[in-house]
C-alpha cells in the first residue's frame, strides 16, 4: 500500500531524514515519535510533497509519489490532507467555509474567487461537523472556538477532502489533555469507520501507545523503532529520545492522572 524506501531530506550538510524505509501493507493508525528535531515533521512534509525528497522513494499503490508533477502531485496532496498543530484555519472565516477550503484542490479559480460552493459540497460539510459534534458551531468564525474546536474543524476540512491518508503533525501539541482526548478518539474513528491510513508525529508516548497500531520511533534522521504499541518499552523509549535514566514517561503524558503522578523534574521529549 505505502512503501517509503532509503528516503532522504538533505538540508546542507544536515540530513533532516536519513536513508527512511517503512512499509505499510493496509490502512493503519500509525504514531510517529522522537525528540525535537528527529525528522517526524520532515517526513510527513515530505509523503504530501510539501517538500522534495533529496533521494529515495514512496510509492502508494504501486505509484511513485516522489515523482508527480502538476495536476498529479495536486490530486495526490488531495489525497493525503494535513493537519497541522496550529490547526492553519481562517480565523475570521466561519467555520462551514474553512471546512470548504478542504474542496479548493478540485475547484475551478472562478468559483474559489467568489467562494461558489455547490449545495452539496455544503450539506457535505454540514454533515461532517455534525459527526464530529460541531455542527452547532458552523456559522461562527472559526477564531471564535476553543482550540480543541477548532482542531476537530481542521479534522472536518481535511475530511472534506476524502482522503485515503490523513496526516497529522502534532495534532494535539497545542492542546489541553482533555480536548487531547476528543481530537485523538476523532482521529481514530477516522480510521476505524471511513478505512483511511492515519500518520500522526506524536509527542506523548501515551497517546501513541493507546491510539496506534503501530509505532515508529525516529533519531537523528533515522529510524530506530518499528513496532507494535507493546513493544514500545520504556527503555526502548529511552533509546528513541536518548534519554538517561532519570527519562520520566509520566512527565510526557497526555493523561491527566499520570500528570498528577509525575514527581519527578519533567523530561522535555518533543
Ligand atoms: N526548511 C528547513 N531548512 C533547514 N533545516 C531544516 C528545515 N526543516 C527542518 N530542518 C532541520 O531538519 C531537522 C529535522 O527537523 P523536523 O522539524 O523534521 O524535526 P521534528 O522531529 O519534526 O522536530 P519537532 O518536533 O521539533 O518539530 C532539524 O535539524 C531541523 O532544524
Same mark, same amino acid.
Given at each position: 500500500?505505502?512503501?517509503?524506501?532509503?528516503?532522504?531530506?538533505?538540508?546542507?550538510?544536515?540530513?533532516? !531524514?536519513?536513508? !527512511?524505509?517503512?512499509?505499510?501493507?493496509?490502512?493503519?493508525?500509525?504514531?510517529?515519535?522522537?525528540?525535537?528535531?528527529?525528522?517526524?515533521?520532515? *517526513?510527513?512534509?515530505?509523503?504530501?510533497?510539501?517538500? /522534495?525528497?533529496?533521494?529515495?522513494?514512496?510509492? $502508494?499503490?504501486?505509484?511513485?509519489?516522489?515523482?508527480?508533477?502538476?495536476?498529479?502531485?495536486?490530486?495526490?496532496? @488531495?489525497?493525503?490532507?494535513?493537519? $497541522?498543530?496550529?490547526?492553519?484555519?481562517? %480565523? @475570521?472565516?466561519?467555520?462551514?467555509?474553512?471546512?470548504? +477550503?478542504?474542496?479548493?484542490?478540485?475547484?475551478?479559480?472562478?468559483?474559489?474567487?467568489? /467562494?461558489?460552493?455547490?449545495?452539496?459540497?455544503? +450539506?457535505?460539510?454540514?454533515?461532517?461537523?455534525?459527526? *464530529?459534534?460541531?455542527?452547532?458551531?458552523?456559522?461562527?468564525?472559526?477564531?471564535?472556538?476553543?482550540?480543541?474546536?477548532?482542531?476537530? !474543524?481542521?479534522?472536518?476540512?481535511?475530511?472534506?477532502?476524502?482522503?485515503?491518508?490523513?496526516?497529522?503533525?502534532?495534532?494535539?501539541?497545542? =492542546?489541553? %489533555?482533555?480536548?487531547?482526548?476528543?481530537?485523538?478518539?476523532? *482521529?481514530?474513528?477516522?480510521?476505524?469507520?471511513?478505512?483511511?491510513?492515519?500518520?500522526?508525529? =506524536? +509527542?506523548?508516548?501515551?497517546?501513541? @501507545?493507546?491510539?496506534?497500531?503501530?509505532?515508529?520511533?525516529?533519531?537523528?534522521?533515522?529510524?530506530?523503532?518499528?513496532?507494535? %504499541?507493546?513493544? =514500545?518499552?520504556?527503555?526502548?523509549?529511552?533509546?528513541?529520545?536518548?534519554?538517561?535514566?532519570?527519562?520520566?514517561?509520566?512527565?510526557?503524558?497526555?493523561?491527566?492522572?499520570?500528570? /498528577?503522578?509525575?514527581?519527578?523534574?519533567?523530561? %522535555?521529549?518533543?
Amino acid at each position: 500500500m505505502l512503501k517509503i524506501d532509503k528516503l532522504t531530506k538533505a538540508f546542507g550538510a544536515n540530513k533532516a !531524514v536519513d536513508s !527512511v524505509s517503512l512499509d505499510f501493507d493496509r490502512p493503519m493508525m500509525i504514531g510517529i515519535i522522537g525528540a525535537s528535531g528527529a525528522g517526524k515533521s520532515t *517526513l510527513l512534509r515530505m509523503l504530501n510533497r510539501l517538500e /522534495n525528497a533529496t533521494s529515495g522513494s514512496i510509492t $502508494f499503490d504501486g505509484r511513485d509519489v516522489t515523482a508527480l508533477h502538476g495536476a498529479d502531485k495536486r490530486r495526490w496532496q @488531495r489525497d493525503c490532507a494535513m493537519i $497541522f498543530q496550529q490547526f492553519n484555519l481562517v %480565523p @475570521r472565516m466561519d467555520v462551514v467555509s474553512n471546512v470548504l +477550503h478542504g474542496t479548493l484542490n478540485r475547484r475551478s479559480t472562478l468559483a474559489t474567487m467568489f /467562494n461558489l460552493y455547490p449545495s452539496e459540497d455544503i +450539506h457535505r460539510a454540514i454533515d461532517i461537523l455534525d459527526r *464530529l459534534g460541531i455542527a452547532g458551531h458552523a456559522a461562527k468564525r472559526a477564531e471564535a472556538l476553543s482550540g480543541g474546536q477548532q482542531q476537530r !474543524v481542521a479534522i472536518a476540512r481535511a475530511i472534506m477532502q476524502d482522503p485515503q491518508i490523513v496526516l497529522a503533525d502534532e495534532p494535539i501539541a497545542s =492542546l489541553d %489533555p482533555m480536548n487531547a482526548q476528543i481530537v485523538m478518539d476523532d *482521529l481514530r474513528r477516522i480510521h476505524d469507520e471511513d478505512g483511511r491510513m492515519v500518520i500522526a508525529n =506524536l +509527542h506523548t508516548l501515551d497517546t501513541a @501507545r493507546r491510539y496506534c497500531d503501530r509505532v515508529v520511533g525516529m533519531r537523528a534522521g533515522r529510524v530506530v523503532f518499528d513496532g507494535t %504499541p507493546e513493544q =514500545l518499552t520504556t527503555g526502548v523509549a529511552r533509546d528513541i529520545y536518548g534519554a538517561d535514566a532519570s527519562f520520566s514517561e509520566a512527565a510526557t503524558s497526555t493523561s491527566i492522572d499520570a500528570l /498528577n503522578a509525575a514527581t519527578s523534574t519533567p523530561v %522535555p521529549v518533543a
